[in-house]
């Protein structure tokens, strides 16, 4: 059926890991695709034999899936882009065409996932999914347990209140948590909300993928189990944009990762 019907040109491109859907859709409305010679609009479909350019080059599906764990240092940027001086890409400089799964900041360490497979981005990082990322955090003063609650329970930030999630204390200043969720830099400004600064913050799992041992620096394939068991645990995941809800003025709002109003998309899931 999909090869009758073809492909949305902004999956293809996902899939082909060219670029993420959202930056495909930019790109269509700057009239830098084309699909058989002529200029693609938003909407259109990639079938059997066609010849897809984007930015005047072709665009070859890779069949091979490609999914790597690597250690982030602090400093290096989770972009392609080529403006910033060491860009996640440029840095691990991996022989085909991959892309980060989500982020890490430019300050903090630990764990990110790169592709070539769009589909499995949007299925990961959607917050809808409610898919677990776990950090270890050392903050700038002793560690009290009314942080340890208020963290846990949810804090206002970014027009929001921040999802339930775990946490627990495993030093004097040091603790883990577990969320499901990313919303624009969120462990640091719950932080900074309850009046402490994050001195260090380090991925050390996303889903079951873990960071174990590994250098960092130094990326490696991630293992055909560690694939199989996140391929089931994405297989009933949305990979559009699901809504989330607050009641901080007793009504629900639209939120963004970075804590604006969204649009609900229609046929899209909401959380419950």
Not at 5 to 16: P, T
Request: a positive charge; glycine letters at 8%.
């Amino acid at each position: 059926m999909e090869q009758q019907e073809g492909i949305r040109i902004n999956k293809y491109l996902s899939e082909a890991g060219v670029c993420s859907r959202r930056e495909a859709d930019r790109a269509l409305e700057a009239g830098q695709i084309r699909i058989g010679g002529r200029v693609a609009v938003l909407g259109d479909r990639v079938h059997p034999g066609d010849v897809v350019l984007y930015k005047g080059n072709p665009v070859c599906k890779e069949e091979e899936h490609i999914l790597i764990a690597f250690h982030k240092p602090r400093g290096v940027v989770c972009t392609t882009s080529k403006k910033e001086g060491v860009n996640i890409v440029d840095y691990i400089n991996y022989p085909k065409r991959i892309y980060p799964v989500g982020r890490l900041d430019k300050d903090s360490t630990g764990l990110i996932l790169l592709t070539n497979d769009g589909d499995i981005v949007n299925k990961m990082m959607r917050s809808g999914n409610r898919h677990e990322k776990e950090y270890v955090v050392t903050v700038d003063r002793d560690i009290s347990e009314e942080f340890v609650m208020q963290m846990s329970r949810g804090v206002p930030i970014l027009e929001t209140v921040t999802r339930p999630c775990k946490v627990w204390q495993t030093g004097r200043r040091e603790f883990r948590i577990i969320l499901t969720q990313g919303l624009n830099r969120q462990i640091r400004r719950m932080c900074e909300a309850l009046g402490y600064r994050v001195k260090i913050l380090k991925r050390l799992r996303i889903m079951n993928i873990c960071l174990g041992d590994l250098k960092e620096g130094t990326y490696r394939d991630v293992t055909e189990k560690e694939w199989q068991d996140l391929k089931r645990s994405i297989r009933n995941s949305s990979n559009e944009t699901v809504r989330e809800t607050d009641r901080t003025d007793g009504k629900n709002k639209g939120i963004d990762k970075n804590g604006r109003k969204a649009k609900l998309l229609r046929g899209t899931k909401k959380d419950h």
